[in-house]
C-alpha cells in the first residue's frame, strides 16, 4: 500500500465527462475558456440565455438548446415539448415575445415511428400554447446504439419590446428577487422515472412555458432587471451566476423558497440539495422593491404560480458577487456546483 | 415535513444553543465522527451557535473519503476489464484513485454504472449473464448490511457473474485508533447515528471506559446534533465518560439484529487500510470464507494486483523519499504544472512543481 497521497482530478485537457454538461462550475469553465476564446467573444460581454441582435430598428432575441433527456417520456411531459418550452423559455428570459423555432432532430436506426409522431405533436401542442410556430428543420439518423432514441436542437427567435434591456448587468441593489414557484420537481421526476425510484407519490415535472407570465410582467410595466429560467443546476446556480454577473451580494431567506413535500423527501432520501435539482417551469426575477409587490401577483396569477414568492434581496455591491443564505445559525455561502450532484452512499 | 421540520426548528435550535453556552466552564474538544454530522453542522451553521471554547473535530466518517486510493484504484482497473461492469454508489464515482476517478474511467470507456443499492447491481447480473458485474462495496455499517443482502440474493439466485469488490469498514475501531494516538487531542466523541441504528451502542461501552471519553449517540439534524454536543458537554463539565443515547427515536442498544446477522453470515472482520490513517486492526469487512466466490480480487486477479491504468507518475514513491521527480518519466513531458499528473506536480510545495521551476534545465 503507498503512503497517502491525494492525487488530482481530471483537469479541462483531458477528455469530456458527464459534468461538462451539468451546467456547473465545469460548464462554465468550458465556455469561458474553451467556447469563447475559440468563438472570439469579447472576455467582458455579459453571459444570457440568448444573444440580443439589432436588426434595422429592432431588437431580436436569439438563442439555441439541445434535448437528450432520458426517459424520453416522463410524468408532466416528453422531449418535445421540453425542446419546445425550453427555447421559449430562453427567449422570454430577454423580455422577447418568442415568434419562430428551428428542430433539429437526430434520430437513432429502429425508433418506433409512432413514438416520433407522438413527440412531434407534442412539440407542435407546445408551441401552438406558447404563440409560436416550428418554421424550419433537419432530420439525421444515427446507427442503432448512437444515440438514445431521439435527441432535439432548437433554436428560436423573438422580438424583444422597446425599452426593455433584462440582464446581470442590470441588477442593483435593493432589488428584491422573486422566484415564480415551487423548485426541484422537474429534475426529482426525471430520476424517479429513469432510475424506477417507486416514490409512493408520482412527481411530476414543472415544465411549462413562462413566457406569459414574462408577457404579463412587462404589459404591466414592471422594470425587469434579471429574468433567468432555472434549469440544470437549479435554482442555487441560477442565482450564484447572476450575482457573479452582477458583481452583487444576494441575501436568501432560505425559508421562503417553495419546495413541494414530495420533492423534500425524495431530496433527503438521495442526499440531493433541492435548490440545485432542475426546473423547466421556473423563474427568478429581479425587480425594485417598490414594484416587488406587484410583481409578485402577476406570477401568481399565472397557471403555477400560486407558490411563488419574495426569496431575498440584492444586498450591496461587491466585486466578486456572493449569495448567502440565512441558517439557524448563521449563513452559508453558495456555489456552483463542482460536477454533477450525485446521490450519496448513506 | 414531519420527522424533520422539528429537529430544524430554530426555536428549539437556540434554546439548545443557550443551555450549552450557560453549561461550559470551560474548553473542550469533541469530535462528529460521521461525515453526514460535519456536513448537517455547516450547512445549518451548528458551529456558529457554540461557545468559543467548544471546538467540533471533524471525524473520518466520510465512507467516500476514507476508501484507500488503492482500492479506487483496482476498481477501475475492474473497471477496464472486458465484459465487466462496474457498479457504486453515485458519489463515489468521483474520487481519484491515484489513476483518476471512476466517472474519469467512464468517460474513457469503461462500463462504469451508478446504482442506488447493491440489489440493483445483482439484478443487472440477472439480466446480463454474458458479462460479469462487479459491485463496488464501500461504506460502514450502515451500508454493509445492504451488501450482505446482496451476497445473500446472488447465492439464492445462483448467479455465477456477479461478485464484489469488499472495502466496508467499521466506527468502533477507527475511535479506538484515533484515542490511542499519543497526540489525541479528542475529549468527547459523538458517534453516527445511523451507525448506530444499526448496530446498536453496546459495543462503545469498553472504549469509553478505556479512554474516559463520554460517547454520545447524535442525529443529523440541528436539534438533534445540539442535544448530542450538550449531553456530550454535560458528562465533560460532571467528569463522567458514560456511552449516551441522544438519537433514541432511531436508535435501540441493541441495534437492528436482522442486519447484524447478515453481517455475520456474509462477512468477517479483517484489518483494514484508511485512507489518511493507514491500517487500523480489525476495522474492516471482507467476504466470509462461505462466500468467498463473490470476491472480485480473486475473480480476478491480474487486474487488481497490477491495476492496468497505472500511469506513469511515481509521487507516492516520492512522497516516501525513495524516487526523485527527475527519475519519473513523465517529469516535464507528459506532467506540467499546466498538466500535472500528479499531487506533487500540482502544489505549490510539491517537489515534483519545484523540481520542474528550477532545475528543468539540469533534467
Given at each position: 500500500m503507498n503512503a497517502p497521497v491525494c492525487p488530482l482530478p481530471a483537469t479541462e485537457e483531458?477528455?469530456?465527462?458527464r459534468g461538462h454538461g451539468g451546467g456547473g462550475a465545469l460548464t462554465g469553465r468550458l465556455v469561458a475558456a474553451l467556447f469563447r476564446p475559440c468563438f472570439g467573444a469579447p472576455p467582458d460581454e455579459p453571459?444570457?440565455?440568448?444573444?440580443?441582435?439589432?436588426?434595422?430598428g429592432s431588437r431580436l432575441a436569439f438563442t439555441t438548446d439541445s434535448f437528450v433527456v432520458t426517459p424520453l417520456e416522463f410524468p408532466g411531459g416528453d422531449i418535445g415539448a421540453l425542446a419546445v418550452i425550453g427555447t421559449v423559455n430562453d427567449l422570454a428570459m430577454c423580455g422577447a415575445k418568442p415568434l419562430s423555432l428551428s428542430a433539429g432532430f437526430i434520430l437513432e436506426e429502429g425508433l418506433d415511428i409512432a413514438r416520433l409522431r407522438r413527440i412531434a405533436a407534442s412539440m407542435g401542442q407546445a408551441a401552438a400554447a406558447a404563440g409560436v410556430r416550428v418554421v424550419t428543420g433537419d432530420t439525421k439518423v444515427v446507427e442503432r446504439g448512437k444515440g438514445d432514441g431521439i435527441y432535439i436542437t432548437t433554436a428560436g427567435v423573438g422580438l424583444i419590446p422597446p425599452g426593455v434591456t433584462i440582464g446581470p448587468q442590470c441588477v442593483r441593489p435593493g432589488d428584491a428577487v422573486l422566484l415564480s414557484g415551487d423548485v426541484g420537481r422537474h429534475g426529482i421526476a426525471i430520476m424517479a422515472a429513469r432510475e424506477g425510484l417507486g416514490f409512493e407519490t408520482e412527481i411530476v415535472s414543472d415544465l411549462a412555458s413562462l413566457a406569459p407570465a414574462v408577457a404579463g410582467l412587462i404589459a404591466a410595466g414592471v422594470t425587469l432587471h434579471c429574468l433567468r429560467d432555472l434549469t440544470r443546476g437549479g435554482l442555487a446556480s441560477a442565482l450564484v451566476e447572476i450575482a457573479t454577473g452582477a458583481g452583487v451580494e444576494l441575501r436568501l431567506d432560505a425559508a421562503a423558497v417553495p419546495v413541494g413535500e414530495a420533492v423534500r423527501g425524495a431530496c433527503e432520501i438521495l442526499g440531493l440539495d433541492p435548490w440545485y435539482v432542475a426546473n423547466e417551469g421556473r423563474l427568478v426575477a429581479f425587480v425594485p422593491e417598490p414594484e416587488a409587490a406587484r410583481a409578485l401577483a402577476?406570477?401568481?396569477?399565472?397557471p403555477g404560480g400560486a407558490e411563488a414568492a419574495v426569496i431575498g434581496r440584492v444586498a450591496a455591491a461587491s466585486g466578486r458577487g456572493r449569495v448567502l443564505a440565512e441558517t439557524i445559525g448563521g449563513v452559508r455561502v453558495l456555489d456552483l456546483l463542482s460536477g454533477e450532484q450525485l446521490p450519496r452512499i448513506c | 415535513m414531519k420527522y424533520v421540520d422539528e429537529y430544524r426548528d430554530p426555536v428549539a435550535a437556540r434554546r439548545l444553543a443557550g443551555a450549552i453556552r450557560a453549561l461550559v466552564t470551560r474548553p473542550w474538544t469533541i469530535m462528529e465522527i460521521c461525515g453526514g454530522q460535519t456536513h448537517s453542522l455547516l450547512r445549518h451553521g451548528i458551529d456558529q451557535m457554540l461557545p468559543e471554547g467548544v471546538t467540533l473535530l471533524h471525524g473520518p466518517g466520510c465512507p467516500v473519503c476514507v476508501t484507500a486510493a488503492e482500492v479506487i484504484d483496482q476498481a477501475i482497473a475492474l473497471a477496464a476489464t472486458p465484459g465487466v461492469i462496474l457498479c457504486s454508489f453515485g458519489d463515489m464515482l468521483r474520487v481519484p484513485g491515484e489513476t483518476g476517478s471512476l466517472l474519469a474511467a467512464k468517460a474513457r470507456g469503461a462500463d462504469v454504472r451508478m446504482v442506488y443499492s447493491p440489489l440493483d447491481a445483482v439484478a443487472l447480473a440477472r439480466a446480463q449473464p454474458e458479462r460479469e458485474v462487479v459491485f463496488l462495496a464501500v461504506g460502514f455499517e450502515t451500508t454493509a448490511p445492504a451488501s450482505a443482502m446482496a451476497v445473500l440474493a446472488a447465492a439464492d439466485a445462483g448467479l455465477r457473474n456477479f461478485s464484489l469488490l469488499v472495502a466496508h469498514v467499521l466506527v468502533p475501531p477507527a475511535i479506538a485508533a484515533l484515542l490511542a494516538a499519543p497526540d489525541n487531542r479528542v475529549q468527547?466523541?459523538?458517534?453516527?447515528?445511523?451507525?448506530?441504528?444499526?448496530?446498536?451502542?453496546?459495543e462503545y461501552e469498553p472504549i469509553a471506559r478505556r479512554f474516559g471519553v463520554p460517547i454520545v449517540v447524535t442525529g443529523f439534524e440541528p436539534v438533534d446534533l445540539l442535544q448530542g454536543i450538550l449531553a456530550c458537554l454535560r458528562q465533560l463539565e460532571a467528569r463522567r465518560a458514560e456511552v449516551e443515547n441522544a438519537y433514541g427515536r432511531s436508535v435501540r442498544l441493541g441495534g437492528n439484529a436482522p442486519a447484524q446477522a447478515a453481517l455475520r453470515q456474509v462477512f468477517a472482520v479483517v484489518p483494514r487500510v484508511w485512507r489518511g490513517m493507514g491500517e487500523i486492526?480489525?476495522?474492516?469487512?471482507?467476504?466470509?470464507?462461505?462466500?468467498?466466490?463473490?470476491?472480485?480480487?480473486?475473480?480476478?486477479?491480474?487486474a487488481v494486483a497490477a491495476p492496468a491504468s497505472v500511469g506513469p507518475c511515481i509521487s507516492g514513491e516520492i512522497l516516501r523519499g525513495r524516487s526523485r521527480p527527475t527519475a519519473c518519466p513523465a517529469f516535464g513531458t507528459g506532467c506540467t504544472p499546466a498538466r500535472p499528473l500528479g499531487a506533487t506536480m500540482v502544489s505549490s510545495e510539491g517537489a515534483c512543481a519545484a523540481y520542474y521551476r528550477y532545475r528543468r534545465a539540469a533534467a
Open positions: 483531458g477528455v469530456i465527462e453571459l444570457h440565455d440568448g444573444a440580443t441582435l439589432a436588426v434595422g402577476i406570477l401568481r396569477s399565472h | 468527547g466523541f459523538l458517534a453516527a447515528g445511523h451507525v448506530c441504528t444499526v448496530m446498536g451502542y453496546d486492526p480489525a476495522s474492516g469487512l471482507d467476504l466470509a470464507p462461505a462466500y468467498a466466490r463473490f470476491d472480485a480480487r480473486a475473480r480476478f486477479p491480474s
